[in-house]
């Protein structure tokens, strides 16, 4: 525990950083689910040599965004938990830099198997499968890291590779905590298929039913799937949080039975192809898991570390220029939209 | 300190941070300026009803998107990556301080992507005038991110009125920011035009090329304009030491800013290619070329960025390697060791400790900008250490030089990471204290009859040691020079100095009488000293034997500059060669005869720190090595060519440009006198000590094969320091004259030195070396042994010139201080390590004790009678227990 390093002060109460930090987590998720998902979807009809859905030419577009929106979480993971954070990337630092040389291959991958999607080159099928297979491996990168950071007590490992050639494969969530996140972001890309084909109104409507249909299809098996892969990484953890979860901490224990009670009609509503539902149901779902994931990790943080640690500065001045910033923003991408919808073809 | 650290091999973490950084920051200025150039040629394109350029516009969309969203973006992030594994604690400190800038910078960058989205993918596909808004959305959303990352990073150079509010704002709009936005949007532009440039050549629509050509020129020189007047405003706002750092002494920096003027230099003269109309081929080839000058010119700026702030990462708050400079005195006092958080002490046995410290502390403070045997190593930066050598090295970061952070931690910490590299990483062995065993060698007195003899010889060096620098291949400052004075004295009742009708002839002892077999002084005189001289005969004309002559105006004989050096021709090594001295009249009788030693060593302890080896014997003198990483430094930090001088065959006096009292060489008056730059730049170096310091230059050195304060003082427990002070009371003290005098180094020196024996410089009295020195008077104002109440208190009461000095002074009878108590530094009674008594053979000859001539009412040596006045000076009969006592030391 000794290693853990200072924290330094923040500028305003940490629960502004809190709401931000959640907030565009779950939507940098879902857009990590839907680039994710989608590919290994795509990927999946590509060998099988089906007709590719007119969603997987969005990946690229959803790369951009899901970049855009990872910034913000990953500036206040840094500030709320930057001690943690940062001393787990450099335990890991030769993997963890590698993301973004790769990353680069991934996004050109997926540009050039867009811009040639319809002649089905061995180049292009090529492209689309290393993308997916970058993807796959950066996301296991992520979970090594952010459960890294979790276990002050395993940095120990760091005086055996000062060179930053370390990984996490000593914790025992690992695995069922990256499968909970595959199977997770099929299931999510299952429904952002049906949701691509739902906002498609150029395209044959019975052509888009097929798609919502079997993006619900997708959502449904994944979701069986997910449901053992959840009782495993449930089990896995330290039997103290754990019984956090099934008892013992009463918000913990509401906030997932209402996600597993949740799920049992959005399950039923998906099978049933009923798509405004499972979509209602799997965002709530999806936002219960943000705050579970969130308290599993003031669980494993709680002995050395909590937020209200965290010395304020008071210092409110340059939150006004964010809040006005975001306004601006907001506004001008509404407008931006507005002229989209609004602008007649030359 | 607070962080683990990424221990790299090959390349520094700056390095990586550099290749991401640069590369990102090139594609985001292009995102920024590009935004504006395809709204302006859309426009144009419009305006002008100009289909195809209208379609080039929409391809080069399309490569701007690829360009800057993929590359861009995700480098973008890849800077978060670098910064955080490299300086975790810089990183949380830039985030912590601004995180709702970087969220409003987040903001900018959202609109921005959204709005390029649209742009690309409607082209066309909307009506031109929302289009064309769209576009203005993108430009000034990426302007409005490139004006809040750069608050950020102008910050880091001219944190301004921040250091004392941590206000947001302050940081934010610091004194950087005006001048850095204007200098980059003039950059974004530039690279506009060099990318529009390579599209428009890469265009299928041949018959626009001519026009795209003209129309991107203009976009590549015009924003030379802006870059030009802010990049003046930039470099005035720059803070002075930064501005030192870049022109004057970091050698790095000096590199990036020479890569910045040629890069620039080659923009315009690719201009020649697009004016004149070559072959396209050609055109494409230059644009090519004018990317890749682009790129480096702008890598050139980026790092002369950096360099201006070192050592610091955020300017005067945090260093590059992650010290926070208002932890540093805490550092000082716990060591680094104790304060920083991630050291291994795990399974490390007693004897490894101290190389595994080393090691632990090389990473804390040395590896963010170092590595081993990498990039910008430090094998290659020590090679010509010792570790003792490493140790001065370490004292004396950020003193002359400010680019490098100083060392913090303890003495015991910066030897143990001097041990570290010495031995683990040069693979060197631990240095052993040399021990010299001497020989005590014949001193024995010249006869004298008190009763017979009627006169009394006394002869003396003027210098209690004399060094020789005896490596005139390379460079000299001190030629083998030993000078003689005698005075002859009759005896009586009242007795009298003979100064005519007699000659005093000298001769050096058996195995001296060739120094030219063992010194090159002679090769190298018409070089170094500007005469030739017959071999074996010194500066004054005077041989190893001779004759000293009368001089009117010292009152006393002399024989200057004899060359006699410490090498005996049996090999061995002496640095006390004696004389025999004979007084004889016009018909050749002998009147007297006496023996004087001369002190003249080679042990200069240049090698204790800058290397190498004995130069002879293994006992002495100065070796090639040594000189050669001496004319290393001083060339390095003087920008002088001393050492290509010296290997041309025309080594150099020092004094040829420092102006040095004792050579009687004015050099030249803009540069330091040999004194001040010597002390006052070892004085940085070598702080905190007491006379250890002097002796690791000096022959001064108990163990050593000199010990050259061998006097009453010393055997009274006075060293060094008693009398002229610590290095840097020393040092002070002679650079103070200097900067009287305007002499531009003297500021630097004095910048970060601290006098001990007083508590500010002002209270030091500045002094000339040579002809200031400690007035004897300062302690013994009533010639006295010691005065009550007065402490030992040389320092600071300089006598005011060179008439004043013991060595120069004579009492009311004509007679010289140093006749009667010896050489200065070997005052009588004096114990020599070559033979005890070796100094005190004329008062062990004339009175039979050690001590001054005519000690414990002596006066008979000379007067023949017992004396019942002071004649010579006050209190001279005074009886005198600590006198006795001494005299007991000095006969055992």
Same mark, same amino acid.
């Given at each position: 525990?000794?290693?853990?390093?200072?924290?330094?002060?923040?500028?305003?109460?940490?629960?502004?950083?809190?709401?931000?930090?959640?907030?565009?987590?779950?939507?940098?998720?879902?857009?990590?689910?839907?680039?994710?998902?989608?590919?290994?979807?795509?990927?999946?009809?590509?060998?099988?040599?089906?007709?590719?859905?007119?969603?997987?030419?969005?990946?690229?577009?959803?790369?951009?965004?899901?970049?855009?929106?990872?910034?913000? @979480?990953?500036?206040?993971?840094?500030?709320?938990?930057?001690?943690?954070?940062?001393?787990?990337?450099?335990?890991?630092?030769?993997?963890?830099?590698?993301?973004?040389? *790769?990353?680069?291959?991934?996004?050109?991958?997926?540009?050039?198997?867009?811009?040639?999607?319809?002649?089905?080159?061995?180049?292009? $099928?090529?492209?689309?499968?290393?993308?997916?297979?970058?993807?796959?491996?950066?996301?296991?990168?992520?979970?090594?890291?952010?459960?890294?950071?979790?276990?002050?007590?395993?940095?120990? #490992?760091?005086?055996?590779?000062?060179?930053?050639?370390?990984?996490?494969?000593?914790?025992?969530?690992?695995?069922?905590?990256?499968?909970?996140?595959?199977?997770?972001?099929?299931?999510?890309? =299952?429904?952002?298929?049906?949701?691509?084909?739902?906002?498609?109104?150029?395209?044959?409507?019975?052509?888009?039913?097929?798609?919502?249909?079997?993006?619900?299809?997708?959502?449904?098996?994944?979701?069986?799937?997910?449901?053992?892969?959840? *009782?495993?990484?449930?089990?896995?953890?330290?039997?103290?949080?754990?019984?956090?979860?099934?008892?013992?901490?009463?918000?913990?224990?509401?906030?997932?039975?209402?996600?597993?009670?949740?799920?049992?009609?959005?399950?039923?509503?998906?099978?049933?192809?009923?798509?405004?539902?499972?979509?209602?149901?799997?965002?709530?779902?999806?936002?219960?898991?943000?705050?579970?994931?969130?308290?599993?990790?003031?669980?494993?943080?709680?002995?050395?570390?909590?937020?209200?640690?965290?010395?304020?500065?008071?210092?409110?001045?340059?939150?006004?220029?964010?809040?006005?910033?975001?306004?601006?923003?907001?506004?001008?991408?509404?407008?931006?939209?507005?002229?989209?919808?609004?602008?007649?073809?030359? | 300190?607070?962080?683990?650290?990424?221990?790299?091999?090959?390349?520094?973490?700056?390095?990586?941070?550099?290749?991401?950084?640069?590369?990102?920051?090139?594609?985001?200025?292009?995102? *920024?300026?590009?935004?504006?150039?395809?709204?302006?040629?859309?426009?144009?394109?419009?305006?002008?009803?100009?289909?195809?350029?209208?379609?080039?516009?929409?391809?080069?969309?399309?490569?701007?998107?690829?360009?800057?969203?993929?590359?861009?973006?995700?480098?973008?992030?890849?800077?978060?990556?670098?910064?955080?594994?490299?300086?975790?604690?810089?990183?949380?400190?830039?985030?912590?301080?601004?995180?709702?800038?970087?969220?409003?910078?987040?903001?900018?960058?959202?609109?921005?992507?959204?709005?390029?989205?649209?742009?690309?993918?409607?082209?066309?596909?909307?009506?031109?005038?929302?289009?064309?808004?769209?576009?203005?959305?993108?430009?000034?959303?990426?302007?409005?991110?490139?004006?809040?990352?750069?608050?950020?990073?102008?910050?880091?150079?001219?944190?301004?009125?921040?250091?004392?509010?941590?206000?947001?704002?302050?940081?934010?709009?610091?004194?950087?920011?005006?001048?850095?936005?204007?200098?980059?949007?003039?950059?974004?532009?530039?690279?506009?035009?060099?990318?529009?440039?390579?599209?428009?050549?890469?265009?299928?629509?041949?018959?626009?090329?001519?026009?795209?050509?003209?129309?991107?020129?203009?976009?590549?020189?015009?924003?030379?304009?802006?870059?030009?007047?802010?990049?003046?405003?930039?470099?005035?706002?720059?803070?002075?030491?930064?501005?030192?750092?870049?022109?004057?002494?970091?050698?790095?920096?000096?590199?990036?800013?020479?890569?910045?003027?040629?890069?620039?230099?080659?923009?315009?003269?690719?201009?020649?290619?697009?004016?004149?109309?070559?072959?396209?081929?050609?055109?494409?080839?230059?644009?090519?070329?004018?990317?890749?000058?682009?790129?480096?010119?702008?890598?050139?700026?980026?790092?002369?960025?950096?360099?201006?702030?070192?050592?610091?990462?955020?300017?005067?708050?945090?260093?590059?390697?992650?010290?926070?400079?208002?932890?540093?005195?805490?550092?000082?006092?716990?060591?680094?060791?104790?304060?920083? #958080?991630?050291?291994?002490?795990?399974?490390?046995?007693?004897?490894?400790?101290?190389?595994?410290?080393?090691?632990?502390?090389?990473?804390?403070?040395?590896?963010?900008?170092?590595?081993?045997?990498?990039?910008?190593?430090?094998?290659?930066?020590?090679?010509?250490?010792?570790?003792?050598?490493?140790?001065? #090295?370490?004292?004396?970061?950020?003193?002359?030089?400010?680019?490098?952070?100083?060392?913090?931690?303890?003495?015991?910490?910066?030897?143990?990471?001097?041990?570290?590299?010495?031995?683990?990483?040069?693979?060197?062995?631990? @240095?052993?204290?040399?021990?010299?065993?001497?020989?005590?060698?014949?001193?024995?007195?010249?006869?004298?009859?008190?009763?017979?003899?009627?006169? +009394?010889?006394?002869?003396?060096?003027?210098?209690?040691?004399?060094?020789?620098?005896?490596?005139?291949?390379?460079?000299?400052?001190?030629?083998?020079?030993?000078?003689?004075?005698?005075?002859?004295?009759?005896?009586?009742?009242?007795?009298?100095?003979?100064?005519?009708? +007699?000659?005093?002839?000298?001769?050096?002892?058996?195995?001296?009488?060739?120094?030219?077999?063992?010194?090159?002084?002679?090769?190298?005189?018409?070089? *170094?000293?500007?005469?030739?001289?017959?071999?074996?005969?010194?500066?004054?004309?005077?041989?190893?034997?001779?004759?000293?002559?009368?001089?009117?105006?010292?009152?006393?004989?002399?024989?200057?500059?004899?060359?006699?050096?410490?090498?005996?021709?049996?090999?061995?090594?002496?640095?006390?060669?004696?004389?025999?001295?004979?007084?004889?009249?016009?018909?050749?009788?002998?009147?007297?005869?006496?023996?004087?030693?001369?002190?003249?060593?080679?042990?200069?302890?240049?090698?204790?720190?800058?290397?190498?080896?004995?130069?002879?014997?293994?006992?002495?003198?100065?070796?090639?090595?040594?000189?050669?990483?001496?004319?290393?430094?001083?060339?390095?930090?003087?920008?002088?060519?001393?050492?290509?001088?010296?290997?041309?065959?025309?080594?150099?006096?020092?004094?040829?440009?420092?102006?040095?009292?004792?050579?009687?060489?004015?050099?030249?008056?803009?540069?330091?006198?040999?004194?001040?730059?010597?002390?006052?730049?070892?004085?940085?170096?070598?702080?905190?000590?007491?006379?250890?310091?002097?002796?690791?230059?000096?022959?001064?050195?108990?163990?050593?094969?000199?010990?050259?304060?061998?006097?009453?003082?010393?055997?009274?427990?006075?060293?060094?320091?008693?009398?002229?002070?610590?290095?840097?009371?020393?040092?002070?003290?002679?650079?103070?004259?200097?900067?009287?005098?305007?002499?531009?180094?003297?500021?630097?020196?004095?910048?970060?030195?601290?006098?001990? $024996?007083?508590?500010?410089?002002?209270?030091?009295?500045?002094?000339? @070396?040579?002809?200031?020195?400690?007035?004897?008077?300062?302690?013994?104002?009533?010639?006295?042994?010691?005065?009550?109440?007065?402490?030992?208190?040389?320092?600071?009461?300089?006598?005011?010139?060179?008439?004043?000095?013991?060595?120069?002074?004579?009492?009311?009878?004509?007679?010289?201080?140093?006749?009667?108590? =010896?050489?200065?530094?070997?005052?009588?009674?004096?114990?020599?390590?070559?033979?005890?008594?070796?100094?005190?053979?004329?008062?062990?000859?004339?009175?039979?004790?050690?001590?001054?001539?005519?000690?414990?009412?002596?006066?008979?040596?000379?007067?023949? +009678?017992?004396?019942?006045?002071?004649?010579?000076?006050?209190?001279?009969?005074?009886?005198?227990?600590?006198?006795?006592?001494?005299?007991?030391?000095?006969? #055992?």
């Amino acid at each position: 525990m000794q290693l853990i390093p200072h924290a330094d002060q923040i500028p305003v109460h940490w629960s502004w950083f809190q709401v931000l930090l959640l907030l565009t987590f779950l939507i940098h998720i879902i857009l990590v689910n839907f680039i994710l998902g989608g590919s290994v979807l795509t990927l999946i009809d590509v060998i099988r040599g089906k007709t590719i859905s007119k969603a997987s030419s969005g990946i690229p577009t959803l790369i951009a965004l899901t970049i855009n929106f990872g910034v913000p @979480p990953l500036l206040f993971i840094q500030v709320l938990y930057g001690q943690f954070f940062y001393s787990s990337s450099v335990i890991m630092a030769v993997p963890w830099i590698l993301i973004i040389p *790769v990353l680069i291959v991934a996004y050109y991958g997926a540009y050039y198997f867009v811009y040639k999607i319809n002649s089905k080159t061995v180049l292009a $099928k090529t492209g689309l499968f290393i993308s997916t297979l970058i993807l796959l491996v950066i996301a296991f990168l992520y979970v090594n890291n952010i459960t890294l950071m979790l276990h002050p007590q395993d940095w120990g #490992k760091y005086f055996r590779s000062t060179g930053g050639m370390n990984l996490n494969f000593s914790e025992p969530t690992l695995w069922p905590r990256y499968l909970h996140f595959i199977v997770a972001s099929i299931a999510v890309a =299952g429904i952002g298929k049906a949701l691509f084909a739902y906002f498609d109104k150029k395209s044959d409507k019975e052509l888009r039913n097929q798609e919502i249909n079997s993006g619900l299809k997708i959502f449904s098996y994944a979701t069986l799937v997910q449901i053992a892969v959840g *009782v495993w990484f449930l089990l896995v953890l330290p039997g103290k949080i754990t019984w956090m979860f099934l008892g013992r901490n009463g918000l913990a224990t509401i906030l997932l039975g209402i996600a597993v009670l949740l799920l049992i009609p959005t399950l039923i509503y998906s099978f049933r192809q009923n798509f405004r539902y499972t979509i209602s149901g799997i965002l709530l779902i999806l936002i219960l898991m943000i705050l579970i994931r969130d308290l599993l990790r003031k669980f494993y943080l709680g002995e050395v570390f909590r937020l209200s640690d965290l010395e304020i500065s008071g210092k409110y001045g340059s939150l006004i220029l964010f809040l006005g910033a975001f306004i601006i923003g907001i506004a001008s991408v509404y407008y931006m939209i507005r002229l989209i919808t609004s602008s007649k073809k030359q | 300190m607070n962080y683990p650290i990424w221990e790299l091999h090959s390349i520094t973490g700056g390095t990586l941070i550099a290749i991401i950084a640069i590369l990102h920051a090139f594609v985001a200025h292009f995102a *920024v300026g590009g935004g504006l150039f395809l709204v302006l040629t859309e426009r144009k394109a419009l305006r002008t009803n100009n289909p195809a350029l209208l379609a080039y516009v929409q391809s080069h969309t399309k490569f701007f998107l690829l360009l800057t969203l993929v590359f861009g973006g995700v480098s973008g992030v890849g800077i978060w990556f670098i910064i955080s594994l490299v300086n975790p604690a810089g990183t949380s400190s830039l985030i912590h301080n601004f995180v709702f800038g970087w969220a409003t910078e987040w903001v900018f960058f959202t609109g921005e992507i959204i709005a390029l989205l649209i742009y690309h993918n409607r082209f066309g596909k909307m009506d031109s005038k929302s289009h064309l808004a769209i576009g203005w959305f993108y430009f000034i959303f990426a302007w409005l991110s490139l004006f809040v990352i750069n608050g950020i990073l102008s910050f880091m150079l001219t944190p301004g009125k921040w250091l004392e509010t941590q206000n947001f704002w302050h940081g934010f709009f610091n004194p950087g920011f005006f001048p850095s936005l204007f200098f980059r949007t003039g950059i974004a532009l530039f690279i506009a035009g060099i990318f529009g440039m390579l599209t428009s050549l890469s265009n299928k629509n041949t018959p626009i090329w001519d026009t795209l050509v003209n129309y991107c020129l203009k976009w590549i020189y015009l924003p030379f304009i802006l870059i030009l007047l802010s990049g003046f405003w930039y470099f005035k706002i720059v803070p002075e030491t930064s501005l030192d750092n870049l022109l004057v002494s970091n050698a790095e920096a000096i590199k990036a800013i020479n890569i910045f003027v040629y890069a620039s230099i080659l923009i315009f003269i690719l201009a020649v290619f697009f004016v004149i109309r070559f072959p396209n081929t050609v055109r494409k080839m230059a644009t090519v070329l004018f990317i890749l000058v682009g790129l480096i010119w702008f890598g050139g700026f980026e790092y002369i960025r950096e360099f201006a702030r070192r050592p610091y990462l955020i300017n005067q708050y945090l260093y590059s390697n992650s010290i926070y400079k208002s932890n540093t005195d805490a550092i000082n006092k716990e060591g680094i060791l104790n304060t920083a #958080k991630w050291i291994s002490n795990e399974n490390i046995n007693p004897g490894e400790k101290l190389l595994n410290d080393g090691k632990e502390i090389f990473s804390l403070e040395c590896s963010s900008c170092h590595t081993l045997t990498g990039r910008n190593q430090i094998f290659n930066k020590t090679l010509y250490f010792t570790e003792r050598g490493l140790i001065a #090295k370490l004292s004396g970061l950020n003193k002359i030089n400010n680019y490098m952070p100083g060392f913090f931690g303890t003495e015991d910490e910066k030897a143990a990471l001097s041990a570290y590299i010495l031995r683990s990483v040069h693979g060197k062995p631990a @240095p052993k204290e040399e021990i010299v065993n001497v020989q005590s060698l014949e001193s024995k007195p010249s006869e004298f009859n008190s009763r017979k003899d009627k006169y +009394v010889l006394l002869v003396w060096n003027d210098l209690g040691m004399h060094c020789v620098s005896d490596n005139d291949k390379y460079f000299s400052f001190l030629p083998p020079a030993n000078t003689l004075y005698a005075q002859l004295i009759k005896r009586g009742e009242r007795p009298e100095i003979i100064n005519t009708n +007699v000659t005093l002839e000298y001769e050096v002892e058996e195995g001296f009488r060739n120094p030219q077999n063992h010194v090159d002084f002679w090769q190298y005189s018409e070089i *170094v000293y500007g005469a030739k001289f017959q071999e074996g005969y010194g500066l004054a004309g005077n041989g190893i034997s001779g004759s000293l002559k009368f001089n009117e105006n010292k009152g006393a004989f002399m024989a200057e500059y004899i060359p006699v050096t410490a090498y005996n021709d049996n090999n061995t090594y002496n640095p006390y060669p004696s004389f025999t001295i004979r007084a004889i009249d016009n018909n050749r009788n002998k009147l007297a005869e006496t023996r004087a030693i001369t002190p003249t060593s080679t042990e200069m302890g240049c090698r204790n720190c800058h290397g190498g080896a004995w130069r002879v014997n293994n006992i002495s003198g100065f070796s090639e090595e040594t000189a050669i990483n001496i004319l290393r430094v001083h060339d390095r930090m003087n920008k002088t060519s001393l050492l290509n001088n010296a290997l041309n065959g025309k080594p150099a006096l020092c004094q040829s440009c420092h102006e040095d009292p004792a050579l009687g060489a004015p050099g030249n008056p803009t540069i330091l006198n040999f004194s001040s730059a010597v002390h006052g730049f070892h004085a940085q170096v070598l702080p905190d000590m007491d006379a250890d310091a002097c002796a690791l230059c000096h022959p001064a050195r108990v163990l050593g094969n000199t010990s050259c304060s061998r006097g009453r003082h010393n055997t009274r427990g006075l060293n060094c320091v008693h009398c002229h002070g610590t290095i840097e009371d020393h040092a002070v003290a002679l650079v103070k004259n200097e900067k009287i005098k305007k002499k531009p180094a003297a500021d630097k020196l004095l910048a970060n030195l601290s006098p001990r $024996k007083v508590a500010t410089q002002a209270e030091v009295n500045p002094r000339m @070396p040579w002809l200031m020195e400690p007035d004897c008077k300062a302690c013994h104002g009533n010639f006295n042994i010691r005065e009550e109440g007065k402490g030992v208190n040389g320092f600071n009461n300089w006598v005011p010139g060179g008439a004043a000095l013991y060595r120069n002074t004579v009492d009311n009878n004509g007679v010289y201080c140093a006749a009667c108590h =010896g050489s200065p530094h070997a005052i009588y009674p004096a114990i020599n390590k070559y033979g005890r008594d070796r100094d005190n053979m004329q008062p062990l000859q004339y009175q039979g004790i050690a001590g001054s001539i005519a000690t414990q009412n002596n006066c008979k040596v000379c007067h023949t +009678v017992d004396m019942k006045y002071n004649g010579h000076h006050r209190n001279m009969l005074k009886f005198d227990k600590l006198n006795l006592k001494n005299k007991d030391v000095a006969l #055992k």
